[in-house]
């Protein structure tokens, strides 16, 4: 199982209207930091359907395009989970940072969802850096994460 995302793969971001100002923020903070960003939309604050965003984000992890995944939207919960429904995926919605570190040592989690709507923009970059740099511990925790999938 793997422990750290693969930085060479571009990381899938989307969102829905609620997340796009956290977005394009989102954006701009990986592309300064070097990484490869591949934008799913929306692409603006006009009302879209989540689920067609998440889909292609989850679906680019899922397939190995993207070494991971971050998903806004106003709650996280609907984002959440409609990548969930993706095998292989475990799209955990966090809304401080020791969630976004405990997503990933015990859930080896690889999406990243963020209530836009509930947390201040810099903690959800503080959140994403987490993310990319906890590294999942194995363990007991890949034995509880190996029975998830169906």
């Not at 796009?20 to 960003?37: M, P, S, T």
């Not at 009302?47 to 971050?70: I, K, L, M, W, Y």
């Not at 806004?72 to 993706?86: D, E, P, Q, R």
């Amino acid at each position: 199982m793997t422990t750290t995302f693969d930085l060479t793969r571009p990381i899938a971001v989307g969102c829905d209207h609620a997340g796009f100002e956290y977005k394009l923020a989102v954006v701009k903070h990986l592309n300064d930091r070097g990484y490869q960003v591949a934008d799913f939309g929306t692409y603006s604050i006009e009302s879209a359907d989540f689920p067609d965003f998440a889909h292609p984000t989850a679906a680019a992890v899922e397939n190995g395009e993207a070494g991971f995944g971050v998903l806004l939207c106003g709650s996280a919960n609907g984002v959440a989970i409609t990548a969930n429904k993706h095998a292989g995926i475990r799209a955990a919605i966090c809304w401080q940072p020791e969630l976004a570190s405990l997503a990933r040592q015990h859930n080896n989690a690889n999406i990243i969802c963020i209530p836009a709507r509930f947390v201040k923009l810099n903690v959800a970059l503080e959140m994403i850096d987490l993310f990319i740099a906890t590294r999942f511990e194995g363990g007991r925790h890949e034995t509880r994460v190996n029975k998830i999938s169906c």
